[in-house]
């Protein structure tokens, strides 16, 4: 089984950086994602970690250390439109022939402010 | 973006009625899920398929049923909605192994349900 904890909430200013963690407990990880949820909506998929070490794309960055079961998502130069839910999922090693399942965290609610 | 559709997006529906949502995906994927998801909540897989005639149960029970008859089409059956049910139902896909390094799953809009 997988335990991921995430902060429930966070409030940042327009225009700053913003750092989302997320901690997990797995019994064989197999990749880390990051989604974004709008209210209302559908997730969308934002980064993929399967390796120690920093992925970034564009204004949005995804850290990974499996030694210490922790990522985190950075979020640079936030717009007002950020504001979403974002949500940390990890991917188990499959036992079987059943990959690509995913357990995601409560996802962290993101206000931008003006 | 993702070819993954649901229909219907709104239900409002009476107690005892036996519903269908529906889920078709136009990319091929072997992968397929159901999540549900109520607001401001996590989301919880109640059941997946990793191809034609495969289907299993998620982490989450659910007197929900699912069938896997045609790749692209992966329905979800409750025989008789209780108020219970109420909640967001989100279908996913994914590509197997050899097609993305990230074989991410991609979302459809979600049918968000209330029974009376």
């Known amino acids: 089984g997988q335990n991921i904890d995430q902060p429930t909430e966070m409030t940042a200013t ?11 407990q797995t019994s064989g990880f197999n990749g880390l994602f990051w989604y974004q949820q709008h209210a209302g909506e559908a997730p969308t998929f934002l980064s ?15 850290f990974l250390s499996r030694s210490k079961g922790y990522s985190y998502l950075l979020l ?3 717009q007002m439109k950020d504001s979403a839910s974002y949500l940390c ?11 690509n399942m995913l357990t995601f965290g409560g996802g962290t609610r993101l206000m931008v402010k003006p | 973006e993702a070819d993954i559709y649901q229909t219907p997006r709104y239900l ?7 519903i269908t949502l529906e889920c078709s995906q136009t990319m091929g994927h072997d992968k397929m899920y159901w999540y549900q998801q109520d607001p401001g909540m996590e989301l919880h897989l109640i059941h997946y398929s990793y191809g034609v005639n495969s289907t ?4 989450l029970s659910s007197e ?3 069938s896997r008859i045609r790749t692209e089409h ?23 192994g050899g097609e993305s390094s990230y074989n991410e799953q991609f979302f459809g809009p979600g049918t968000r349900l209330t029974v009376l």
């Open chain 1, 76 to 78: 640079k130069e936030l």
């Open chain 2, 12 to 18: 409002v529906i009476g107690t005892g009625k036996k």
């Open chain 2, 64 to 66: 929900s049923t699912v």
């Open chain 2, 56 to 59: 299993e149960k998620g982490d």
């Open chain 1, 14 to 24: 327009e225009g700053a950086i913003v750092q989302i963690n997320c901690t997990y």
């Open chain 1, 48 to 62: 993929y970690n399967v390796l120690d070490g920093l992925e970034e794309k564009g204004r949005f960055s995804s």
């Open chain 2, 74 to 96: 992966f329905p979800l059956t409750l025989e008789s909605a209780r108020p219970s049910h109420t909640s967001q139902y989100l279908c996913a896909s994914a590509a197997s």
């Open chain 1, 89 to 99: 999922a990890v991917r188990e090693r499959p036992t079987y022939n059943a990959g």
